[in-house]
């Protein structure tokens, strides 16, 4: 046997209560990820490093370093200036 509540309250009341935090852009998601990395974080998954330089428009090879890539998205970033 179903529930006694309408269809659809619990729904739109996490939507009222809840709201969505708008997606980041990419130079947002490169400075994260520099900002971690310089806090002494050590980037686990080099595929997402890759996504990111990637979506900055870098062209990255499957093997390549990480640490290698890390300093391509510095460099993209400081061309980029206050790109947001």
Known sequence: MGSRRPAGLFSRLKALFFKRTA?????????QLIAAVDRGGIPLNPARVNAVARSLGLEVERRAPVEATL??????????GGHD
């Open 23 to 31: 997606p980041l852009s990419d130079y947002a998601r490169a400075r």
């Open 71 to 80: 300093l391509r998205i510095r460099l993209a970033l400081e061309r980029a």
